[in-house]
Structures are given as C-alpha cells and as structure tokens.
C-alpha cells in the first residue's frame, strides 16, 4: 500500500513538472512574437501553398488527387516527428543545470518535448480544417480514429527522442547527424510527391520507413475516407511498441551515467 502511495505521488510529481516544462516551452516559442500561435496554423499553411505552386506547375504533380490537402496532411505529421525528435533529443543536454542541482526523473525531458510538440500538432490541425473547407472536402467518421494515430505516434516520437537524447550525451555528434538523417528520410517518405513516382523496389523499401506508414495512415481517415485496416494498424502499433521499449531500455541503462557527461 506504502509502495502504490509513492508511486502515485512520484507520478503526480513528474505530470505537475512534465506540464510546467510544456506552459515554459510555449509561452517560449511564441514570446515577443505579434501573431503568437497563429504562427502554428500559418506556417503549415504558408508551407502548403509554397510547395503546390512549385510541384504542381514545375514538376507537374497535380494529377495527385486534392494536392494540396496531400500535401498539408503529410507535412504536419512529419513536422510532429521531426521537431519533437529533435526537441527530445538535446533535452538532456539542455536541462544539465538543473539534472546536477535537484533530483528529477531525468525521463520527463525527453517526454515534455514530444508532449510539446503534440500540443503543436492540435493547433496545426487548424490549417488542415482550412484546407479541407477551402477544397470542399467533406469529414468522414474515420477521423474518430485520430486519437489511435496520435498514440502510435507518441509512443513512437517518445521512444525514438528517449534513444537520440541518451546518445547525444555521450556522442555529440548525433545531433549534427540528426539533421541529416531527417533531410533524408523527409525526401524519402512520399511527402510531397505520389509513391506511383518511385519505381518499384522503393516502392517496396518504403514498407520499412515508419513515416511512411503513418502518414499513409492520416491521408486515409482524413482524405480518402477509409479505414486503414487491422493489418496496418497492427504495422504502426508494432512499430510504435518497438520503438518504444528499444528507446525505454537504451535511457533507463544510461541515464545514471548522464550526469558524468552534460
């Protein structure tokens, strides 16, 4: 009863923290700024109008069935992996002062990032019911199943900014690395062009791109209007829990050492 009592009270203690480091974060972001959070609603949109006028009349991609939505839908979610990996993965780093001065669960700094960057996704998706009203393209029921993909997702941006901030501490060079790897991987996942573009066999390695999946999975409920299927639920969940218990693992048997790198 004593041990259900501590945990719960630890639990209550980190969500009070993990929540402050999110207000800190956000009134951060947005300070000195005259539009303030409108940004998170204009910037995806600004985004999706730059990337239309220059494929749909350079490259001639707008065959791509309502373009712009295609676009606007893949952006936001991989902008939510991107930002919050990268958020994640200098949290250790960043909050050392504090790690050497009070004891804290070190776990919660990669968390409060993904959390973060969440709360940035909601406000986005704004611009995405912009352009589904601009284009005429009606909510299906399937956007019920939102909450589902936004759990993939977190379990996913968690476990992958869990492993990224273990390994910045020890290897700096990660975080100079990173910006490569999502340079790449955003060039590799069919975010603003149609996969019928690849040839086959990427077509084919584009099953092992985690992004790729859950991007197909938002396009689905939130253009095509269909279910993505028990199968590809259970590929993102897989992926998700994978992910997770790899990042979990790595940080749980590094993080008393972190305090001899930052």
Known sequence: MAQTSTFKSELKRNWFTITSLVSKDFKLKYRRSVLGVLWSVLNPLLMMCVL?????????????????????????????????????????????????????????????????????????????????VFFRIPPTIYLLTMPLLLLYMLLFCAGLGMLLSALAVFFRDVCHLWGVVITAWTYATPLFYPLSLLPDWMQSAEAFNPMFHYVTYFRDIAMYGQWPGIKENFICLAIALITFCVGFLVFKRTEKKFILYV
Do not use: C, H, W
């Open 52 to 132: 239309a006028a220059v494929f749909t009349n350079v490259l001639k991609f707008g065959d791509v069935e309502n373009f712009p939505m295609y676009l606007i839908l893949g952006n936001v979610l991989f902008a939510l992996m991107a930002d919050s990996t990268s958020g994640a993965m200098t949290s250790i780093l960043e909050s050392a002062p504090l790690i050497k001065k009070i004891r804290v669960s070190k776990m919660i700094f990669p968390i409060e990032k993904v959390l973060f960057q969440l709360v940035n996704f909601a406000i986005s998706l704004v611009a995405v019911v912009i352009v589904m």
